[in-house]
C-alpha cells in the first residue's frame, strides 16, 4: 500500500479557490491511479475526482465539473486538486485515495486513504 497525505485544506470564501495537496510515500504514484473523494458531516463519503496513473485520464463527478481541476506530478509523488469557484455546499473533509486500475470510482474500489483535509467555505 501506499501512505497519503493531504494537506492545503482551510477557510474560503464562497466565490474563491483553494489547492489541496496529496504527498504520497512508500510506494511511487505512477503505479495508482488516484482520487479524491469528500465527506460532510452526516452525509456518506463522496466521490469528487479522479486522474489515472499517467495522468492521461481524469474525471469528474457533476458537482464539481468546470470548477475543480485534478493533476499530478509522479516525479514529485504528488496528487494536486485545485478548486475554483468554490461553494458552501463543498464543505467537507477532503480525501485522497489510491487504487489500482481505472474505471470505477466508489470507496471501496480504492485501497488506500489520507486522513482528510478540512475545507470550510463560507457565504
Known amino acids: 500500500q501506499v501512505q497519503l497525505v493531504e494537506s492545503g485544506g482551510g477557510l474560503v470564501q464562497a466565490g474563491g479557490s483553494l489547492r489541496l495537496s496529496c504527498a504520497a510515500s512508500g510506494r511511487t504514484t505512477s503505479r495508482y491511479a488516484m482520487g479524491w473523494f469528500r465527506q460532510a458531516p452526516g452525509k456518506e463519503r463522496e466521490f469528487v475526482g479522479a486522474?489515472?496513473?499517467?495522468?492521461?485520464?481524469?474525471y469528474y463527478a457533476d458537482s464539481v465539473k468546470g470548477r475543480f481541476t485534478i493533476s499530478r506530478d509522479n516525479a514529485k509523488n504528488t496528487v494536486d486538486l485545485q478548486m475554483n469557484w468554490v461553494k458552501p455546499e463543498d464543505t467537507a473533509v477532503y480525501f485522497c485515495a489510491a487504487r489500482w486500475g481505472w474505471g470505477a470510482f466508489d470507496p471501496t474500489d480504492f485501497d488506500s486513504w489520507g486522513q482528510g483535509t478540512q475545507v470550510t467555505v463560507s457565504s
Open positions: 486522474i489515472s496513473k499517467s495522468g492521461g485520464s481524469t
